[in-house]
């Protein structure tokens, strides 16, 4: 059965730094795409940054960039978001996902239970 759990959330100071890690299990973590999505209170879904595991693309929402870096670990089978600079409008419940295996099209099947992140003084 294909498994993400995430880790790394918590809180933090605006200004600060988390790193959030994702473990795959279950399939094939090569040539899919891997990513983050994140959700707040009353908001829609939103997807903040997404990397392929057998190539350069990334992905990241304009909201972030320069901020978060995705990065993947093909042979600890993970993927890190690393969040710089936080904000408090970057409070929400961040979630790993995954693609279909050997499609170029960034778009996700599988999906992590969430670690939390709340950026307050």
């Known amino acids: 059965e294909v498994q993400l759990v995430e880790s790394g959330g918590g809180l933090v100071q605006p200004g600060g730094s988390l790193r959030l890690s994702c473990a795959a299990s279950?399939?094939?973590?090569?040539?899919?795409?891997m990513g983050w999505f994140r959700q707040a209170p009353g908001k829609e879904r939103e997807e903040v940054a997404a990397?392929?595991?057998?190539?350069?693309?990334?992905y990241y929402a304009d909201s972030v960039k320069g901020r978060f870096t995705i990065s993947r670990d093909n042979a600890k089978i993970t993927v890190t978001l690393q969040m710089n600079t936080l904000k408090p409008e970057d409070t929400a419940m961040y979630y790993c996902?995954?693609?279909?295996?050997?499609?170029?099209?960034?778009?996700?099947?599988?999906w992590g239970q969430g670690t939390q992140v709340t950026v307050s003084s």
């Open positions: 990397i392929h595991t057998s190539s350069a693309l990334t």
């Open positions: 279950g399939f094939t973590f090569s040539n899919r795409w």
């Open positions: 996902a995954a693609g279909r295996f050997a499609v170029r099209v960034r778009a996700f099947i599988y």
